[in-house]
């Protein structure tokens, strides 16, 4: 016996509830944004720099999770050149500042921001970078070797970063003095 059309969309219904339900417990703690992400303390475990990719990215051994990829929060380094794609001004030496301030080898304290998701959609972890109790995010910023990147929600640390840009815009530091 075929069943009625309301019978039917009903299923239907219940069917995709728990294919979402099913998804969001797969996915959902990775791109969770929400009240219960903002209510945690932040999360934080230690790491060895394997190697800086860029201005604002760094790939980090992390014990029993390996290499993961950490974008520094709130941070906008120029883009470096890439096959197919020219780097921006400042790149190259945007690059090279953070690896001087987080050579291969280096210890680091990698700590999350509840207000922020975990991971981008680049799969990288989205997280500020200590060494020795300093901020490596804002060391770049404070440099000129990098902006704050302004995105729809503030970070903890947005008015420290924006402080520490005004000073380097104002010293024509870094970018501030070799980029139009």
Not at 17 to 30: C, E, N, Y
Not at 71 to 80: H, N, T
Not at 86 to 115: H, W, Y
Not at 118 to 133: A, K, N, S
Request: aromatic share 4%.
């Amino acid at each position: 016996m075929i069943a009625s059309r309301p019978v039917r969309v009903i299923s239907l219904l219940v069917l995709a509830v728990v294919l979402l339900i099913s998804v969001r417990g797969l996915f959902g703690t990775a791109g969770s944004n929400g009240a219960a992400a903002q209510a945690q303390r932040p999360q934080s475990t230690t790491g060895v720099v394997e190697r800086v990719l860029d201005g604002d990215t760094v790939d980090v051994d992390v014990a029993k999770q390996g290499i993961v990829r950490v974008r520094l929060l709130g941070v906008d380094a120029p883009e470096i050149a890439h096959p197919g794609k020219a780097g921006e001004c400042f790149g190259s030496e945007a690059n090279a500042a953070l690896g001087r301030l987080l050579p291969s080898g280096t210890r680091v304290r990698i700590v999350s921001d509840p207000s922020q998701d975990l991971v981008d959609v680049y799969g990288r972890w989205l997280r500020y970078l200590q060494r020795d109790g300093d901020d490596v995010g804002r060391a770049q910023i404070r440099a000129g070797a990098a902006g704050v990147l302004e995105s729809g929600s503030s970070l903890s640390r947005t008015g420290t970063y924006r402080r520490a840009e005004q000073r380097a815009r104002d010293q024509r530091l870094g970018m501030w003095a070799s980029c139009p």
